[in-house]
């Protein structure tokens, strides 16, 4: 087997350790998007265990203003019609 070798050609240790270089640096890529992903689509941190109530605020005052606006001694009872 005939290599030619230049003065400038990469020798094995140093195309091995460019190897191990660029595996270090994908692996740190690899965890920055692991990480990236992870605050994108993960849970998030500001969650309580109340947090369903929140969104019931208009509809508890909506029930409360109905059951201020007509007393229960006001309301007529229903009138049901004959059938034919």
């Known amino acids: 087997m005939n290599t030619i070798t230049t003065p400038d050609s990469p020798t094995f240790e140093s195309l091995q350790l460019e190897i191990i270089q660029l595996k ?27 947090q369903g109530l929140l969104f019931n605020e208009a509809e508890e005052l909506a029930e409360e203003a109905t059951e201020a606006a007509i007393p229960a001694d006001h309301l007529a009872p229903c009138k049901t019609k004959p059938a034919a």
């Open 24 to 50: 270090t640096k994908l692996a740190w890529y690899e965890e920055q998007f692991r990480l990236y992903q992870h605050k994108k689509f993960g849970s998030s941190s500001e969650r309580f265990e109340d």
